[in-house]
């Protein structure tokens, strides 16, 4: 079980906005440490898409947006398009387990 | 922009050790810190160890006993042994860097990552 839940799968025709959440608790995202966001493609090794809760990388999409309140976070993709199906995860650090964690990933899937 | 390779024997029994090793290619050893991180369907991903330029190392709690993480500058390589294996270590073993500069310890991500390894841990 991850430290950082979210949901399996999430779906959007192309041109929909589509958001994934990543909850967390007090030892992680509600006690201030970062989020962080990758994705990943098969066979691919995992890229990074958002860092610092909601600061995109150059070469990333406008479309990928990144927010934090409270122990929760989220990625939303706006502008569905095709090669934005992967899975994505989230990452931050928990203080009581004194590692890097990550959530469960999540789906992403274009009608 | 750094770029990694990594490689490693992928096929193992158990109570054997698994040795990992990854190249570091367009970049100062000294900017990062060197990290692997392991996938598998129970666990999903996990973070397993890092170590910096000058062997200053950080290991997964709950893997602590098991692990040796080295650097080698000469060869700008970082590498992961794990010793007594069970089927439970069945993954997709990743190598990964983050920055050093500039970003607060504990508030860093990942980026890049090698291409994995995929370990099966079988009798």
């Known amino acids: 079980q991850s430290a950082l839940t979210q949901p399996p799968s999430v779906s959007g025709a192309p041109g929909q906005s589509v958001t994934i959440s990543c909850i967390g608790t007090y030892s992680n995202i509600g006690a201030g440490y970062r989020v962080h966001w990758y994705q990943h493609l098969p066979g691919r090794a995992p890229k990074v898409v958002m860092y610092g809760d909601h600061n995109r990388p150059s070469g990333v999409s406008g479309r990928f947006s990144g927010s934090k309140s409270g122990t929760s976070a989220s990625l939303a993709i706006a502008g569905l398009q095709s090669e934005d199906e992967a899975d994505y995860y989230c990452?931050?650090?928990?203080?009581?387990?004194?590692?890097?964690?990550f959530g469960g990933g999540t789906k992403v899937t274009v009608l | 922009q750094v770029h990694l390779q990594q490689w490693g024997a992928g096929t193992l029994k158990p109570s054997e050790t698994l040795s990992l090793t990854c190249a570091v290619y367009?970049?100062?050893?000294?900017?990062?810190?060197f990290t692997w991180i392991r996938q598998s369907p129970a666990k999903g991903l996990e973070w397993i160890a890092e170590?910096?330029?000058?062997?200053?190392?950080e290991y997964n709690p709950s893997l602590r006993s098991r692990l040796t993480i080295s650097v080698d500058i000469s060869k700008n390589q970082f590498s992961l042994r794990m010793t007594s294996l069970t089927p439970a270590d069945t993954a997709m073993y990743y190598c990964a860097t983050s920055p050093k500069d500039n970003v607060a310890y504990f508030q860093r991500w990942f980026d890049p990552w090698g291409q994995g390894t995929l370990v099966s841990v079988s009798s």
């Open positions: 367009g970049g100062s050893l000294s900017a990062y810190y």
């Open positions: 990452q931050s650090y928990d203080n009581s387990l004194r590692v890097w964690v």
């Open positions: 170590i910096n330029h000058s062997g200053a190392t």
